[in-house]
């Protein structure tokens, strides 16, 4: 794509220059979810990878500043249903997205925020420098869960699991941030959806029960033309994976609480 010129914002003390993002690069791979049936316990399935990438030229930075470039990614949009029949479904939430409290969860890996990890995905840069930086900052996502085969609540190991349906969105940020003064320059923003829809036949032999359906390839992502300012939820606690809830929702009765949030 070339390089891009990004201005940085007036309070930063590197507002004469400019950072320069080049080669920015974002996919989902072009191959199918794979579905894994080796387990009698679980159905696993893998989904094709999103991928981001830029190469940065970072201006000089001041003495007692330190910058760190990377990426910031947020869930704004999460349907995940695992259908047991006419018995009910088990469902992974995020309750405050879901009523709509917030736009969006951060995914970052837990440890790093607000960076969705720390070793290919950001780079720091200490003062003072007096020539430009130059590096790449790269990740990559993709979904690898398991789902039981019988219904979540029951002692009864009896398959029962007659369809897995997932909807995702992301929002994900290329930002510079200044770590003493928290200045943050957005370089760029890309969106992104993964979507997965698995029919099972219980009653076939471990193996045989489930199938792709639907779409086989994923749509790509989506670099906007205009910057997406970043929710404060998207930069702190908690993450996507410890504010999740496994939900058991039957046909009759009140929903159950399988696995609360951490």
Known sequence: MGC??????????????????????????????????????????????????ARIVMPPVPRNETWVVGWIQACTHMEFYNTYGDVGMSSWELPQLREGLVRAISDSDGVSYPWYGNTTETVTIVGPTSKPSRFIVSMNDNFYPSVTWAVPVSESNT???????????????????????REKILLHTIKWRMRVDIAVDPSLPLGSRARLVGRVHQDQPRVLTRMEPIPPNAMGRPNANDAQVLMWRPRRGPPVVVIPPK
């Open 4 to 53: 891009i010129q990004s201005i940085a914002c007036n309070k930063s003390r590197i507002k004469r220059e400019s950072i320069v993002v080049c080669d920015l690069s974002a996919t989902i791979d072009h191959c199918p979810t794979v579905i894994e049936e080796s387990s009698p316990i679980v159905l696993r399935y893998k989904t094709p990878y999103f991928k981001a990438s």
């Open 159 to 181: 398959p029962l699991l007659t369809n897995i349906k997932r909807d995702q969105s992301f929002t994900t940020w290329l930002v510079a941030l200044n770590t003493t003064s």
